[in-house]
C-alpha cells in the first residue's frame, strides 16, 4: 500500500479525478417507486439457510453472534454476497449514527466532484470560508482535499467535539495544511457548509436522492436529521440516524464500487480513492489508518491488521457504531449500541477489533480466504 504522508499526492489524485471523470449522472428511484423495486429493497430480514455455501462455520457465527451480545450490542448484521449470514437485534430501529455521519458526506462529495460542482484544490480563502475566531492567512490556505483527509492545520473549537477532540487538538499553527493528520471535527464540519454553498444543496435531502433512495434504504426520512450549531463555531455539525439495515445498503453499495443494480451511484474511482489509506494515525487495527473520512485497516506500516489485501476500512460513532466493508471477503458488517440510553453498553475501538478478530475466525478454512475473493464489479456479483 503506497501513503501519503503529505496531502499534496491527494490533491493531485482529487484533481485529475475531478476533471477526466466520466460525468455519470446517478440513478433516483422516487419515493413511491422504492416498494416496487424489488432489486432495490432487500430487506435483511431472514438468514441464508446454507451459510457454508459463502465460506461460514455456522458453529463460528454461532459464536460471534453470542460475542456481540455479551458485548451489549443493540443490533449486528453481516452480509455475504448480497445475503445474510448473521442478524441480532432490531435492525429497522434508527440509531444515532455519530460520526458515521463524516463518511456520508464522503460520499456526496465523490458525486460532487465527478459532475464539477466542487473542486477539491480550492482554498478556504477562495472559497469565502471564515470563523467565529478568524482564521489567518495561512489557515486560509488549507484545501477542500485537506479538509476531506483531516489536514487543514485549522485547530479551532467544533460542533459536537468529544472531550478527546479537545484535549489532544495541536496548538493553532502548529503544523502547516495538508502537513499534519489530526482527526479534526472541524474539517468535517466545514466540508458541510462548504457542500451546501458550492452545490445549494441541503446534506440530508441530497443524501435521500442521490443515495438512500435510489439504494432501496426502508428506514430512512429527513425527521431523522439535523444540524447542530453550537456558540463555538460558525459552522453546525450534521446529526442523521440510520437503522442497520439502511447501513448495510451504504456498506454494500461501496464493496459493489458505488453501483447498485448496475447503475453508479458513487463514482467507483471515489470508493477507491476515499477508503484508501492517505494517512497512519497512530492508533491500530480498524483505526490504524485514515482515507477520505474513513478509516482504514492499518498498521504503521500501512499493511492490513485484520485482514488480507485489500484492506477492509470503516465508517466508525462514537459509542460503538461501526459499519465495516471486508473487500476480500465479500462482506459487510455493522455493529449498533443503543446510545440513546445513557446505561447502555459502549464498545470501543479495541473491543471492536477483537470482535471482527472473532467473526474471521467464524471463516471456512476451505473458503479460500480473503485473497480469493471476486473483485467489486466481477459481473457475477448479485447486482
Known amino acids: 500500500m503506497r501513503l501519503s504522508h503529505s496531502m499534496s499526492g491527494v490533491s493531485v489524485h482529487l484533481l485529475l479525478f475531478g476533471i477526466c471523470a466520466l460525468a455519470i449522472t446517478p440513478g433516483c428511484t422516487a419515493p413511491e417507486d422504492r416498494a416496487a423495486n424489488d432489486a432495490s429493497v432487500i430487506a435483511f430480514d431472514a438468514l441464508v439457510a446454507d451459510v457454508e455455501r459463502l ?16 458485548l451489549g450490542s443493540a443490533a449486528v448484521l453481516i452480509v455475504t454476497q448480497g445475503e445474510v449470514v448473521l442478524r441480532h437485534g432490531d435492525l429497522a430501529r434508527n440509531y444515532r449514527v455519530h460520526s458515521i455521519r463524516k463518511s456520508f458526506l464522503s460520499a456526496l462529495y465523490g458525486i460532487a466532484i465527478e459532475d464539477g460542482r466542487i473542486d ?79 452545490t445549494g444543496e441541503d446534506i440530508f ?21 439535523r444540524y447542530q450549531l453550537e456558540d463555538v463555531s460558525i459552522h453546525p455539525s450534521y446529526k442523521f440516524r440510520m437503522s442497520t439495515r439502511d447501513l448495510a445498503r451504504f456498506g454494500v453499495l461501496f464493496l459493489d464500487g458505488g453501483r447498485w443494480n448496475g ?61 465495516t466493508v471486508l473487500p476480500g471477503i465479500d462482506t459487510v458488517l455493522v455493529l449498533r449500541t443503543d446510545t440513546d440510553d445513557p446505561g447502555a ?10 470482535f471482527v478478530e472473532s467473526v474471521l475466525r467464524a471463516r471456512l478454512p476451505s473458503s479460500g480466504g480473503p485473497a480469493q475473493a471476486r473483485p467489486p464489479n466481477d459481473p457475477s456479483h448479485h447486482r
Open 205 to 225: 435531502e441530497a443524501f435521500e436522492r442521490q443515495i438512500a433512495l435510489p439504494i432501496g434504504m426502508q428506514d430512512y426520512t429527513l425527521g431523522n436529521t
Open 120 to 198: 477539491p484544490t480550492r482554498t478556504l480563502g477562495e472559497l469565502g470560508i471564515d470563523e467565529q475566531t478568524p482564521l489567518t492567512e495561512s489557515e486560509k490556505r488549507a484545501t477542500i482535499a485537506d479538509l476531506l483527509a483531516s489536514r487543514s492545520g485549522v485547530y479551532l473549537p467544533a460542533a459536537s467535539e468529544v472531550a478527546s477532540m479537545r484535549s489532544g487538538r495541536p496548538e493553532r499553527h502548529q503544523y502547516e495544511p495538508g502537513s499534519h493528520w489530526y482527526y479534526n471535527n472541524w474539517d468535517f464540519n466545514v466540508l458541510g457548509t462548504i457542500y451546501r454553498q458550492q
Open 55 to 70: 465460506g461460514w462455520s455456522r458453529a463460528g457465527l454461532a459464536a460471534a453472534r453470542e460475542q456481540a451480545i455479551a
Open 345 to 354: 453498553a459502549r464498545i470501543g475501538s479495541s473491543t471492536y477489533d477483537d
Open 263 to 323: 447503475t453508479s451511484i458513487v463514482p467507483e474511482e471515489w470508493v477507491s480513492t476515499s477508503t484508501r489509506c492517505h494517512s497512519i494515525t497512530g492508533r491500530s487495527g480498524t483505526k490504524g489508518g485514515f482515507g477520505l473520512m474513513w478509516w482504514v485497516d492499518a498498521d504503521a506500516e500501512g499493511r492490513p491488521v485484520l485482514s488480507e489485501p485489500p484492506a477492509a476500512y470503516t465508517a466508525s460513532g462514537s459509542g460503538g457504531h461501526r459499519l
